[in-house]
């Protein structure tokens, strides 16, 4: 059996592959492997995967956010060889995730637009390039936790239209200290900045947010795409933000040159049909 896993700070999504080729869907909460301890990483397999899947795993292939080798790998192979003696192993980035289930086997340009935001090019078997992220503070442009960043920026500064700032202040009971108490004093502020995302789509067709968008993409290209080969390669997306802002972000791909490719709301699909063909 292989298992392979899509993790996010809230939940993994899992797929066993059985010898078969029939696949079973399990979801588990979220293992971060820089935040959590071996313990707790060993109590979610054990106590929610082990019961659905059982321990005779031959491989196992973890895509993470941040999971870019050194201690965070080296702590998830720990964990998964006690919980599934006799297994393999291999932790990676979100990054590759993307780009395995976005391209296969193929070269292309593989990006993530969700929470936060990063791309690469792929070489049909590794990342060859990858412009940095930075993250939501110095990059992650066009994420979610961007475009609600910006949406808060307005907000505080009046730059927002009076019915959307009214809207904002009544669903949210936002005020300024209340954002600066979310963003620069408690833990994981990109998630807080990307739950405005919701709102953001409710409100898309207005001028002022359309607007946000638009650009948002814009810069998103201008910083990141520009520094690949996009003349020869279509650019392709996975995650809620391209999945859901699609037409949005086609018209921003085409007039900046760019072809649009495939558009993925997640990889795990990808990855399932991407390890069926490898094996």
């Not at 980035?93 to 340009?109: E, M, Y």
């Not at 990059?139 to 961007?146: C, K, P, Q």
């Amino acid at each position: 059996m292989q298992l392979i896993a899509d993790s996010g700070s809230t939940k993994v999504s899992w797929r066993a592959i059985a010898e078969d080729g029939s696949v079973k869907a399990v979801e588990t909460v979220g293992i971060n492997p820089v935040f959590m301890d071996d313990a707790a990483i060993e109590a979610i397999l054990t106590e929610r995967l082990v019961p659905v899947v059982g321990t005779k795993v031959d491989r196992i292939y973890f895509y993470g956010a941040g999971v870019v080798g050194g201690e965070p790998s080296a702590k998830l192979e720990r964990c998964f060889g006690k919980v599934f003696p006799g297994s393999a192993c291999e932790a990676v980035s979100d990054v590759l995730a993307a780009a395995r289930a976005l391209c296969g086997h193929k070269p292309g340009i593989a990006c993530i637009l969700g929470t936060g935001s990063n791309s690469c090019f792929y070489d049909g078997e590794g990342i060859a390039e990858n412009v940095r992220a930075g993250g939501f503070i110095l990059g992650d442009e066009a994420s979610g936790a961007y475009l609600g960043k910006r949406l808060l920026s307005d907000y505080i500064k009046g730059l927002l239209p009076p019915a959307i700032e009214k809207e904002l202040t009544k669903r949210y009971e936002l005020d300024y200290m209340k954002i600066v108490q979310k963003v620069y004093r408690e833990e994981m502020p990109s998630r807080f900045l990307a739950s405005f995302s919701p709102f953001i789509s409710e409100f898309k067709n207005h001028p002022h947010i359309a607007n946000l968008l638009k650009s948002s993409f814009e810069e998103f290209l201008r910083r990141n795409i520009i520094h690949y080969d996009y003349k020869k390669y279509p650019v392709n997306f996975v995650g809620s933000i391209a999945f859901y802002y699609k037409d949005i972000l086609e018209k921003a791909v085409n007039a900046a040159g760019m072809r649009m490719g495939t558009v993925l709301q997640g990889p795990i699909d990808g990855l399932v049909a991407y390890h069926k063909n490898t094996r």
